[in-house]
T-cell receptor, first 115, second 112 residues
Framework: GAVVSQHPSWVICKSGTSVKIECRSL??????MFWYRQFPKQSLMLMAT?????????EQGVEKDKFLINHASLTLSTLTVTSAHPEDSSFYIC???????????FGNGTRLTVT | DQQVKQNSPSLSVQEGRISILNCDYT??????FLWYKKYPAEGPTFLIS?????DKNEDGRFTVFLNKSAKHLSLHIVPSQPGDSAVYFC???????????FGTGTRLTIIP
């Protein structure tokens, strides 16, 4: 089955630094990937849609300058949390689908803790 | 504005019995519905889906029911097994469009 790999699985960083999270589709090409964020005991909230070769589409309320998304190839999308603050601490999950057909396959997520 | 709601944050079921998880949505235009299972510190795993042209879809122990008039779907797991203990999310969207809206999740605990 389709596999989505996310790295790192957890990261601790100091306030003010930037953190990059990678999302790879291992055995298929994904023109579109999605980035979600999940706070404890809450739903997965879509942050942005990452489009290969073009700009990402951000959901309302998500700061595009803070959460930089790059989708440089058909198998890799990156999310960079810039100038991270403690309130950015969360569980970030990426997803992709084969040939644009559901269901989405998810990575294992990245637990970000900003101290 | 929560478009997809799972009103039960948690549910405990005896092993071997039926687990029923519920989900309500507000947008009648949604035509594709999915259930995902999630373990702690992992990404969600797809379980089963249904399109709006059907009212039931079955896959092994898992059955999803869709009531379009009530804007309600449910997931039945029978018989429930200890490995089913996880958080279950329903998700809705438009068929052919990968963008999904997720519910708030229900934590299912199967009691041995």
């Amino acid at each position: 089955g389709a596999v989505v790999s996310q790295h790192p699985s957890w990261v601790i960083c100091k306030s003010g630094t930037s953190v990059k999270i990678e999302c790879r589709s291992l055995d298929f090409q994904a023109t579109t990937m999605f980035w979600y964020r999940q706070f404890p005991k809450q739903s997965l909230m879509l942050m942005a849609t990452s489009n290969e070769g073009s700009k990402a589409t951000y959901e309302q309320g998500v700061e595009k300058d803070k959460f930089l998304i790059n989708h440089a190839s058909l198998t890799l999308s990156t999310l960079t949390v810039t100038s991270a603050h403690p309130e950015d601490s969360s569980f970030y999950i990426c997803s992709a689908s084969e040939q644009g057909v559901s269901p989405l396959h998810f990575g294992n997520g990245t637990r970000l803790t900003v101290t | 504005d929560q478009q997809v709601k799972q009103n039960s944050p948690s549910l405990s079921v005896q092993e071997g019995r039926i687990s029923i998880l519920n989900c309500d949505y507000t947008n009648s235009m949604f035509d594709y519905f999915l259930w995902y299972k999630k373990y702690p510190a992992e990404g969600p795993t797809f379980l089963i889906s249904i399109s709006s042209i059907k009212d039931k879809n079955e896959d092994g122990r898992f059955t999803v029911f869709l009531n379009k008039s009530a804007k309600h779907l449910s997931l039945h797991i029978v018989p429930s097994q200890p490995g089913d203990s996880a958080v279950y999310f329903c998700a809705t969207g438009y068929f052919g469009n990968e963008k999904l809206t997720f519910g708030t999740g229900t934590r299912l605990t199967i009691i041995p």
